[in-house]
């Protein structure tokens, strides 16, 4: 995955100034464009979009400080119909106008190219099983919710108190498959992982395919297929995040394996009365490299 990662980057490049076609590229590659952008993502830090906007506009501030071509030639080369929004995206970018840097030289904040290395460091234990599941539902209270990558996610803390007591016992009696217990879903995840981005949250418990479930609750079709299940320990959710970030930095490139669409599962096993640390299973769903 890593060596498809860098041959990515080098695609970028090659068409900084024209059209992407990543859905293409991914498959030149032999990967997917669903797990291409949630790991590029997940090891560079930022979505696959923010990156590409960033080389654009690096390479875009050379031709401006050059002085050999008028705004309206660069904002057009560079995949922009306007100088107006050439010149959002450019300031989005530096903090400053383009005629600003053409007049002063900059400020500038420039984008190195990226390129991916795999230092294999074992300082995540991967407790990890693959599962063959056949098709299942996940029912219960859904929301949309903005993603946010560290710490407790207050959006979803809300929704979760605003449940009463016992409501959380009968979806706990519902449940009658794997992953056993009260579960966490996300779904409808954007794939470059963007923070802030919407998704949809589930509090609920896996459900049989062939059994009617209540009219009242949400329900998310789950079709056959296999998962990688991590299991975590210690404080949560810092245990689960590290371990969810494991996942791509150390897991994912070591095995012959790939995130394919769906929902990702947590289903906390053992947990502290106040939440403070939580033994849980972590489902991702995946398919042959």
């Not at 297929?225 to 970030?245: C, D, E, S, Y």
């Amino acid at each position: 995955m890593i060596s498809a990662l860098n041959r990515f980057v080098d695609l970028v490049e090659q068409h900084l100034t024209g059209e992407f076609d990543v859905d293409g590229w991914a498959r030149t590659l032999g990967t997917t464009e669903y797990h291409l952008r949630r790991m590029f993502s997940s090891l560079a830090g930022m979505p696959l979009s923010e990156y590409v906007r960033r080389r654009r506009m690096t390479v875009a501030a050379g031709d401006v400080v050059r002085g050999e071509d008028d705004l309206l030639s660069i904002a057009v080369r560079h995949g922009y119909g306007s100088t107006e929004a050439f010149g959002r995206a450019f300031r989005a970018v530096h903090g400053v106008g383009p005629g600003d840097v053409r007049r002063d030289g900059g400020p500038l904040r420039a984008q190195p190219q990226l390129r991916f290395r795999l230092t294999v460091e074992g300082s995540i234990s991967m407790d990890t099983r693959i599962v063959d599941r056949p098709a299942f539902r996940l029912v219960g209270h859904a929301a949309r919710v903005p993603l946010i990558h560290q710490g407790i996610n207050p959006h979803i803390q809300r929704h979760i108190a605003a449940l009463p007591p016992e409501e959380h016992a009968r979806l706990k009696a519902l449940g009658d498959t794997e992953p056993q217990g009260l579960l966490q879903v996300c779904d409808d995840l954007d794939p470059d992982d963007t923070e802030g981005s919407e998704l949809t949250y589930l509090h609920g418990v896996a459900f049989s395919a062939d059994r009617p479930a209540p009219d009242d609750l949400d329900a998310i079709v789950v079709p056959a297929g296999r998962w990688a299940v991590f299991r975590t320990a210690g404080p949560h959710p810092q245990a689960l995040q590290r371990t969810w970030a494991a996942t791509a930095t150390e897991w994912f490139p070591a095995n012959p394996w790939r995130l394919r669409p769906g929902p990702s599962i947590v289903a906390i096993l053992e947990r502290a009365a106040d939440l403070s640390t939580a033994t849980c299973e972590l489902w991702l769903p995946v398919e042959p490299t």
